[in-house]
């Protein structure tokens, strides 16, 4: 009964704090069903949707977030986008002249009317407004 005082359980071998797991166990205990409200949306998007469907998509669904999914990595999960995404560089980009021009020469290297949303999150990502996860 030591081991149950420290929280701490020995399962398969390894030694898990409960604390820094709990999601984990949630998870690998429970259906995927069961972890999450029957009411709820899961939404995936191609990186290469163009932005304004995009943003149409978002509006369409009622939902605030989706997943970025990207068919060069076997279709696997790359991101998420939320409406934040498109709100605030566009409120940034609206009182910085500097920014404005930085977003539009980066926007001409795409040489298109409709940029897709890799386009989108490679320009504000270029300009320092996103945040690789990557580095």
Do not use: W
Request: charged content about 15%; overall charge positive; aromatic content about 10%.
């Amino acid at each position: 009964m030591n081991n149950h005082n420290n929280r701490e359980k020995k399962i398969n071998h390894f030694q898990m704090n409960f604390h820094d797991l709990n999601y984990a166990r949630l998870l690998q205990y429970n259906a995927c069903y069961d972890a999450m409200p029957a009411s709820s949306k899961m939404v995936v998007f191609d990186v290469n949707l163009q932005l304004r469907k995009a943003f149409n998509g978002l509006i369409y669904q009622n939902t605030r977030h989706v997943l970025l999914s990207d068919p060069e990595s076997d279709g696997s999960v790359v991101g998420i986008l939320s409406v934040t995404d498109f709100i605030r560089p566009l409120a940034i980009i609206s009182i910085n002249v500097h920014i404005c021009q930085c977003v539009f020469v980066e926007s001409l290297k795409y040489k298109t009317n409709q940029p897709s949303i890799f386009n989108f999150r490679s320009i504000i990502h270029h300009c320092n407004f996103l945040c690789n996860l990557n580095e």
